[in-house]
């Protein structure tokens, strides 16, 4: 069964600093991984998708890398802003299904 | 492009009645859709895939009796949670797959069940 990790589960940072997201999946099997922002209340908006063949992405300041062997990805948010203050999700799919990590709320203080 | 149209985005009902959540994919066709709840500070959990023309499957631990879905177009799937309870107050989620973008998502619908 695919088991989705991500951590820290909480980060508060000042504005300015560069951070690492982490996530970790168990079966390597995977057709590609997603991460995705959840403001509170709000639904997903999809910010990075690599597909299983796939080292990294790039969107501005964000980049995801994908590691399928080892199970991991990593987030890497450049000089971060208060508006990237938000929940952070990542997901990989199996087959059909997008399996969900635990997330990471993210905090960027002026 | 590759918008998914959630609503309502919030509903209040009392005990005992049904509601019914629309998703709606705007500029492309969705042959399949899901389904998720999502608990306060937890991540997603996914409820049932919506295949069009064809029953839904539901995860385990999901009572289809309770939450039946119907997916009778390529572009919408509803989700009506049946005799609701206060139990069932959640925030519920829908998303479909776009082949070149992988999962878009819906706004979400907050249920409360009063």
């Known amino acids: 069964k695919q088991e989705v990790t991500q951590i820290p589960a909480a980060l508060s940072v000042p504005e300015g600093e560069n951070l690492v997201l982490n996530c970790s999946f168990t079966?390597?099997?995977?057709?590609?991984l997603q991460w995705f922002r959840q403001d509170p209340g709000k639904g997903l908006t999809s910010l990075l998708l690599?597909?299983?063949?796939?080292r990294e992405q790039t969107s501005g300041r964000l980049n995801a890398s994908l590691d399928k062997s080892s199970g991991r990805s990593t987030l890497y948010i450049a000089a971060s802003q208060p508006g990237d203050s938000a929940t952070y999700l990542c997901?990989?799919?199996?087959?059909?299904?997008?399996?969900f990590g635990t997330g990471t709320r993210l905090q960027v203080f002026p | 492009g590759a918008v998914v149209s959630q609503h309502p985005s919030w509903v209040i009902c009392k005990s005992g009645t049904s509601v019914k959540i629309e998703c709606r994919s705007l500029?492309?066709?969705?042959?399949?859709m899901f389904w998720y709840r999502q608990f306060p500070k937890q991540s997603l959990m996914l409820m049932a895939t919506?295949?069009?023309?064809?029953?839904?499957?539901?995860e385990q631990g999901v009572e289809k009796d309770k939450f039946l879905i119907n997916h009778a177009s390529l572009t919408l799937s509803t989700l009506t949670v049946t005799s609701a309870h206060p139990e069932d107050s959640s925030f519920y989620i829908c998303?479909?797959?776009?082949?070149?973008?992988?999962?878009?998502f819906g706004s979400g619908t907050r249920l409360t069940v009063v």
């Open positions: 998303s479909a797959r776009d082949t070149r973008r992988g999962y878009t």
């Open positions: 079966d390597s099997a995977i057709y590609n």
């Open positions: 690599i597909q299983s063949s796939q």
């Open positions: 997901a990989v799919r199996n087959t059909d299904k997008l399996i």
């Open positions: 500029d492309f066709q969705a042959t399949t």
């Open positions: 919506s295949n069009e023309g064809s029953k839904a499957t539901y």
